[in-house]
C-alpha cells in the first residue's frame, strides 16, 4: 500500500511517527483527507471502508469515527506539515513560470520577478533615515506666569485666586528684599490644676448657655430634671462604693444633702 501513494515516493521521504502508528486503510484515509481533499465519507471508501449493505449512511458514521479518532488527527496534522512544504515549493514555481512566460504582461512578469527574489532572500534593501532634532528653550518668568494663570482657569479659580497664588508661590527676579527684625518667644508656661480646672468649668458653662438657647422652656426643665436624676444616681454610687454594705437609708440621707436643688441648677 505504501509503493501505491506516488505523493511519498516522489518526495522520498518514510512516513512520520503518527502515521508509522497507523495501519494500511488508516493511512490511506488519511492521505485521502490532507491530499486527495476528499469528504469523510468518500475518503472512507477510498481507503478500502466497506459500507453496512444497503445503507450507504454507515460510511459517513465510519468517516466521522475515524476524523475524530486522535491518532489519525496526529497523522492528519503530520501530512499537511508536508502539504505546506510542498505547495510552497509548487507557488515558487508558478511565479517562475510567470516570469519566463512572454504571454504574460511585462507588469506582471516584474511582480513574479520581484516576488521570487523577496522569497529567496534577495530582496531590495530599503533605508530610513530619521532625524530627531530636540530643541530646548528655557521658559521667562512670563511663561511660567501664564502657566499658573491657565492652570488655575482650568480648576475654576477665580482672577483673585490666581493671583494670590502666582504672588505666594512665584517670586518676580525684580522683587525687592525686605530687611525686618525678629524677636524670639519664649514659650509660656503649663496651666496650673486651678487654671485648667476654671477653664473647664468656663467651656461647661459656655455648652449649657448654648444648649439651653437651642430648646424650648420645657424641653430645658426636662433636661435639668434628667441631669439631677443622674447626678444623684452618680453620687448614691460614689457613696455605695465608699461605705461598702451601710443601710440604703444612709445612702439616700446623703445623696439628699449632697444634691439639692441649688448644686444642680449650678451645674446646669
Given amino acids: 500500500m505504501d509503493n501505491d501513494l506516488t505523493v511519498l515516493d516522489d518526495d522520498g521521504r518514510p512516513y512520520g511517527e503518527a502515521m508509522s502508528k497507523l495501519n494500511e486503510r488508516q493511512r490511506a484515509f488519511v492521505i485521502a483527507l490532507v491530499w486527495k481533499n476528499m469528504r469523510q465519507t468518500d475518503a472512507a471508501a477510498d481507503a478500502g471502508y466497506s459500507p453496512v449493505t444497503g445503507n450507504r449512511n454507515s460510511l459517513a458514521v465510519i468517516g466521522s469515527t475515524l476524523a475524530r479518532d486522535e491518532r489519525i488527527a496526529a497523522a492528519c496534522r503530520e501530512e499537511l506539515a508536508k502539504v505546506r512544504d510542498a505547495e510552497a515549493s509548487n507557488s515558487f514555481h508558478v511565479l517562475i513560470r510567470l516570469r519566463d512566460d512572454p504571454c504574460v504582461d511585462a507588469s506582471v512578469r516584474r511582480k513574479c520577478a520581484i516576488d521570487i527574489l523577496d522569497r529567496s532572500g534577495w530582496g531590495a534593501t530599503s533605508q530610513h533615515n530619521i532625524n530627531v532634532v530636540h530643541e530646548?528653550?528655557?521658559?521667562?518668568s512670563e511663561d511660567i506666569i501664564n502657566e499658573i494663570r491657565e492652570l488655575g482657569k482650568n480648576a475654576g479659580w477665580t482672577p483673585k485666586m490666581i493671583e494670590l497664588s502666582i504672588n505666594h508661590c512665584y517670586v518676580k527676579e525684580d522683587a525687592a528684599v525686605i530687611d525686618a527684625e525678629y524677636q524670639e518667644v519664649e514659650p509660656q508656661d503649663e496651666p496650673t490644676p486651678e487654671e485648667l480646672k476654671a477653664a473647664t468649668a468656663k467651656d461647661r458653662?459656655?455648652?449649657?448657655?448654648?444648649?439651653?438657647?437651642?430648646?424650648?422652656?420645657?424641653e430645658w426643665e426636662a433636661h435639668k430634671a434628667q441631669t439631677r436624676a443622674d447626678k444623684s444616681k452618680q453620687f448614691k454610687d460614689q457613696y455605695r462604693g465608699q461605705q461598702n454594705g451601710e443601710a440604703v437609708t444612709e445612702i439616700t440621707t446623703f445623696a439628699a444633702t449632697v444634691v439639692d436643688e441649688n448644686s444642680i441648677d449650678d451645674l446646669l
Wanted: glycine content about 0%; aromatic content about 0%; overall charge positive.
Fill in 205 to 218: 458653662a459656655n455648652e449649657l448657655r448654648r444648649l439651653k438657647r437651642r430648646m424650648t422652656p420645657d
Fill in 136 to 140: 530646548t528653550k528655557p521658559k521667562t
